[in-house]
């Protein structure tokens, strides 16, 4: 059984049955000294977290009585405290009844929730039946760190979760693939038990972020990106400064950035940030997506308002798209898509918008031309490097605007192809090395040359950039590329890529929203993160 797409209906279940208060944020405490722990509660609380977990397997010694009496009345947050056995993905690998002897004593020292695995649940319950504090909840835990089950046999999973007694449910599963989320998504809408609903790894993150959209009971959040409990789990501080987590709700709309890779992607800042500065209920996250088709069939109702889209699937996209704005069309690739009220995808590129306005910018910047009517690219000989989704956009731009483009790309075949569409020149990457007709030419650098890790590389050398009077470099990580601090010793204009990206982000929030950007907004934002 696939992923099943995600209807409007399955959505509105979780809008009008009694929602329960909103989803808790909990900070796992990893400290292998309880005044480790101790100190880590004190951040917890400063950050803003809800709840501590207490991972007792991560503590070096245990003395049960003595720390969990130090650890649960010293807390100023509530406490879920787990004991996690290696069989179940934690370091605890000792005795069992011990184990359970420590779960029972935290219970009755005052902790708040306890964690136990499904398989020693029902063993558990009968053992703790009829001294259950009252503010007290058990939570029964299930993890699969290999995939995530069918729709039905994580329903079956649920059902024997709920048989042992449990106050919680709580599923962990392993995303292969970004929609497996959507099988969680709906179990949490559809339950009628509090449920913890997790998918760990980087392509379920949607699953942490949303938790609060589909009525999850708490979700985890790490107290610094080196102190994961598991595998894909954002920090405390992300989930709360970056992804606006106490503004989600039921009806909150999802946009995101899909690509492969995707985690450095700064745009979830960027629109965050103004989303929350006008008061928009909508949320902007990091999609991990190895099948773009799998993916917008799975998320289909129309709360997946949109998406930005980037490498490497501005071109495989398409194929899944209503309709395409005509520029997109020509240039064969898309980086904005919009899914309008009545559901259907229609897409756009900005990309191209963005770059060429900031090169247009970067050459009336030269000998301070006075505008004129035209673009300042009319008649420039225009070099791109590369000729993927990125180099279309600059190709095709560059022409619109009247420049003679020459297109270079590692393959010739390539190059040719784009260069064919665009009227201009093709030639191969190492050939761009000696080329040099005129003086005063504008070079667009789309390759990935140069960008992080790699920073030392550079796609063309120092003596070839003397013949550029403007050059672009469509990197942004790191925004000062070793291609554009050569091209500044040559006397070059130059053109960041974060220009670009804050430009063509200008556009897309535009078509999002129907609103003006904040561009100030934006602007402040990568000065301080790019």
């Known amino acids: 059984m696939g992923s099943l797409p995600f209807t409007v209906s399955d959505l509105q279940t979780s809008t009008n049955g009694a929602r329960s208060s909103p989803t808790l944020l909990c900070t796992p405490l990893m400290g292998t000294t309880v005044d480790q722990m101790l100190i880590e509660?004190?951040?917890?609380?400063e950050i803003g977290a809800d709840v501590v977990e207490i991972r007792l397997d991560c503590l070096r010694t245990f003395n049960p009585r003595q720390d969990l009496e130090i650890l649960i009345k010293?807390?100023?947050?509530?406490?879920?405290?787990?004991?996690?056995?290696?069989?179940?993905?934690?370091?605890?690998?000792g005795d069992e009844n011990?184990?359970?002897?420590?779960?029972?004593?935290?219970?009755?020292?005052?902790?708040?929730?306890?964690d136990?695995?499904?398989?020693?649940?029902?063993?558990?319950?009968s053992s703790i039946n009829g001294k259950k504090p009252d503010n007290f909840k058990l939570i029964v835990s299930s993890h699969n760190f290999h995939n995530t089950p069918s729709a039905e046999a994580i329903g079956n999973l649920v059902a024997r979760i709920q048989a042992t007694g449990a106050d919680i449910v709580k599923i962990a599963t392993t995303a292969l693939d970004i929609t497996d989320c959507a099988r969680i998504?709906?179990?949490?809408?559809?339950?009628q038990v509090p449920t913890i609903g997790i998918v760990m790894g980087e392509r379920g993150l949607i699953s942490r972020l949303l938790s609060p959209k589909f009525g999850g009971y708490?979700?985890?959040?790490?107290?610094?990106?080196?102190?994961?409990?598991?595998?894909?789990?954002?920090?405390?501080?992300?989930?709360?400064?970056?992804?606006?987590?106490?503004?989600?709700?039921?009806?909150?709309?999802?946009?995101?950035?899909?690509?492969?890779p995707v985690g450095h992607s700064k745009s979830p800042l960027l629109f965050n940030a103004a989303f929350k500065s006008v008061g928009l209920d909508a949320v902007y996250v990091h999609y991990l997506v190895d099948d773009v088709e799998k993916f917008f069939n799975t998320y289909s109702s129309i709360d997946w308002s949109g998406c930005s889209c980037t490498i490497p699937h501005k071109e495989a996209a398409l194929k899944c798209m209503d309709e395409i704005d005509p520029i997109a069309k020509k240039i064969g690739a898309i980086n904005n898509i919009v899914r309008r009220p009545d559901g259907k995808l229609i897409a756009f590129n900005t990309d191209y918008i963005g770059a060429i306005s900031a090169i247009e910018d970067g050459l009336r910047g030269l000998n301070g031309t006075i505008p004129s009517a035209?673009?300042?690219?009319?008649?420039?000989?225009?070099v791109v490097l590369g000729a993927g989704g990125a180099g279309k956009s600059l190709?095709?731009?560059?022409?619109?605007?009247?420049a003679r483009v020459v297109v270079a790309n590692r393959t010739f075949e390539r190059a040719k192809e784009l260069a064919d569409k665009v009227g201009g020149q093709a030639m191969t990457l190492a050939e761009v090395e000696n080329f040099h007709p005129e003086e005063g030419m504008v070079l667009a650098n789309t390759t990935s040359v140069g960008m992080k890790p790699k920073i030392d590389l550079t796609p063309i050398s120092k003596e070839a950039l003397k013949h550029y009077c403007v050059v672009f470099d469509a990197i942004y990580t790191p925004k000062d590329t070793r291609l554009l601090r050569e091209a500044r010793e040559t006397g070059a204009v130059v053109v960041y890529g974060t220009e670009m990206l804050i430009r063509q982000g200008f556009e897309q929030y535009k078509n999002f929203t129907g609103l003006p950007a904040p561009e100030d907004l934006f602007r402040q934002l990568m000065e301080k993160h790019a």
């Open 116 to 125: 136990v695995e499904l398989e020693v649940a029902h063993d558990f319950t």
């Open 185 to 191: 998504f709906q179990i949490m809408v559809h339950s």
């Open 395 to 402: 190709a095709y731009g560059a022409a619109q605007k009247g």
């Open 218 to 260: 708490l979700t985890y959040g790490a107290l610094e990106a080196g102190a994961i409990s598991a595998p894909g789990q954002p920090t405390a501080k992300d989930l709360l400064d970056l992804y606006n987590f106490r503004l989600i709700g039921p009806d909150t709309k999802v946009y995101g950035i899909i690509g492969k």
């Open 98 to 114: 011990k184990r359970q002897d420590a779960l029972r004593l935290a219970m009755e020292l005052g902790a708040n929730y306890i």
């Open 41 to 45: 509660m004190g951040k917890a609380k």
């Open 374 to 382: 035209g673009s300042p690219l009319a008649g420039k000989l225009f």
């Open 74 to 93: 010293r807390s100023s947050l509530p406490t879920l405290v787990t004991y996690r056995p290696i069989w179940e993905g934690g370091q605890y690998e």
